[in-house]
């Protein structure tokens, strides 16, 4: 079971050099019903975290929210607000960015093994359900398309709900890469053993490296210097020599150490090899710019040339989940939070190539709604990723990054029509997909149709990972407080946890997040 504490690793593993070794009218009266029960979004009946799709709550810390419990002072997350239905006939259009960060599930970990449930604000339902193992065909290039979903029991029994699962291409070999590492050194990364953690991740890395790969090394506190000039792979024990002198101390110059850290990238870019800037980090810059979007200015530039970014979070406690996960997504790169040896390992080792290797850039999907067969729909999760319908064959508009192998799921809740429930209507609608291609820009663009057929009748018929992912989602938003938990408690949810795992017997993840399942309901006792 992957719930190893740090603290227990390291007692084991040392420092880190010793750790490498129907009828219409019908339809129209239900609406109207709707209209007055289910659609008031005024302020007064929204809860705290409904939002328009696009909106974006305002920051907000655990030392601000002390006075409904939270459990860790000065943690700070950017409410990204929960997605409301839309009715087809005045919408029929979803479009958002793809995502393939997890760190808001790994985050949710270290809260309830540390004894607290989640703060809200920190809940990315997206995040939750694409941490999760899928079982997608493998596609020869590009990406595959799967459809499916059924009745589910979080739902009324006129809707079901829709998961299009995407599955990116597969690479044979990693290009050489240059790789430079900007380590937070700040005095902050002492607490809770943070840098170790970091030392540990990175070094699981450098073991994964050729000789044709570079390491450079950039450490930033009060300010950022160069430790380690670029050196190759199999120098190894001069790597791990390098990241193990580093010590905690300082204020935070993120700042400083980003521009360094980018600076030697620019001077490593070259033709045929990859270049990413790995920042690791607990967030907090104290020192010089301290708001996101004075730094996303400063790394968008790079990225628009190929510079992708990387950015890994450790710790709890004084740590800025929002200014790292808006770096990852700006900087075409994604985000993680490693709270475990093994997200290190997964991160570093088991998918080493698809946290490297870009397939697809600026990846988007559009879903059209057929409204004579869904009456409305809500796309779950991805608040944060929105874009705007009419810009989702503008390719100058920034969007998501795929690695080699990545696996992306999206839920839909849909209502439908009671021609559709009646057998008299079939296509729901289609999916789109977009991106282009990183080694020549080129966009390419698919679709499929999206049917009754692909749905099963009964909950019980759908496939195990799709009954994953719906469980996952549904934990997500109830621990998030949203409306359409609807009146299920995280008690409710234990019993249907544990069915995932005779589902899916060996998957330890699944495991795992039965007994989290399991966890949370104990604390809102």
């Known amino acids: 079971m992957r719930n190893t ?13 010793a750790a490498c070794g129907g009828d219409s009218s019908s339809d129209t009266t239900y609406r109207d019903t709707l209209t007055t029960a289910d659609r008031s979004w005024d302020d007064s009946n929204r809860d705290d975290h409904s939002s328009d799709t696009t909106a974006a709550g305002s920051a907000t810390t655990a030392a601000a929210a002390s006075e409904v419990g939270e459990p860790y002072p000065d ?3 950017d409410d990204p607000g929960v997605n409301r239905p839309e009715w087809t006939d005045e919408d ?9 960060d997890t760190g808001a599930y790994t985050m949710a970990r270290t809260f309830l093994n540390d004894g607290f449930l989640p703060d809200r604000d920190s809940v990315r339902v997206e995040e939750y359900v694409n941490f999760f193992a899928q079982d997608y065909p493998v596609p020869r290039q590009g990406f595959s398309i799967t459809v499916d979903g059924g009745p589910t029991p979080f739902v009324d029994e006129d809707m079901r709900v829709i998961r299009i699962g995407l599955r990116a291409e597969d690479v044979e070999s990693r290009p050489a890469s240059n790789l430079v590492f900007v380590i937070d050194t700040s005095g902050s990364m002492a607490e809770g053993r943070r ?9 699981l890395l450098v073991e994964e490296l050729t000789e044709q790969d570079t390491v450079t090394l950039v450490e930033f506190g009060s300010d950022a210097r160069l430790v380690l000039p670029p050196t190759f792979g199999d120098e190894k024990r001069e790597i791990l020599r390098a990241l193990d002198h580093l010590e905690p101390g300082g204020s935070t110059n993120f700042e ?9 990238a620019d001077q490593l870019r070259r033709d045929g090899r990859l270049t990413r800037v790995i920042v690791a980090s607990d967030g907090v810059a104290n020192v010089g710019l301290s708001d996101p979007d004075s730094l996303v200015e400063m790394i968008r530039r790079d990225a628009d040339r190929g510079v992708n970014l990387v950015t890994v979070g450790v710790g709890m406690g004084n740590y800025n989940d929002a200014l790292l996960e808006q770096l990852a997504d700006d900087g075409d790169g994604f985000y993680a939070y490693v709270d475990t040896p093994d997200e290190a390992q997964d991160l570093f080792v088991n998918d080493l190539t698809g946290t490297l290797v870009t397939v697809a850039e600026d990846a ?20 944060n990723r929105a874009i705007a319908d009419d810009q989702f064959r503008d390719d100058t508009v920034d969007a998501g990054e795929i690695g080699a192998g990545h696996t992306v799921t999206a839920l839909y809740e849909v209502r439908l029509t009671r021609d559709a429930l009646a057998g008299r209507e079939d296509r729901i ?16 663009e698919v679709s499929q149709t999206i049917s009754l057929k692909d749905l099963s009748d009964r909950y019980r018929d759908t496939a195990p990972r799709f009954q994953q992912d719906v469980v996952v989602a549904q934990f997500a938003e109830a621990l998030r407080g949203s409306r359409f938990a609807g009146v299920w408690t995280l008690d409710d949810l234990v019993d249907h946890a544990y069915d995932v795992t005779d589902l899916l017997p060996g998957d330890e993840d699944v495991a795992e997040f039965a007994e989290l399942v399991r966890m949370s309901a104990r604390l809102e006792r």
């Open 75 to 77: 943690v700070e997350f």
């Open 256 to 264: 400083h150490g980003l521009r360094l850290g980018y600076d030697a």
């Open 92 to 100: 029929k259009l979803s479009t958002f960015a793809l995502d393939v």
């Open 429 to 444: 609608g289609r999916v789109y997909l977009r991106w282009l291609d990183p080694r020549t820009d080129d966009p390419t």
């Open 195 to 203: 840098l170790e953690i970091v030392k540990y991740s990175l070094s």
């Open 364 to 383: 988007r999907v559009q879903v059209e709604f057929d409204q004579d067969t869904v009456l409305e729909w809500r796309l779950v999760g991805y608040e």
């Open 5 to 17: 504490r740090w603290a227990a690793a390291f007692c084991v593993l040392g420092l880190v050099t």
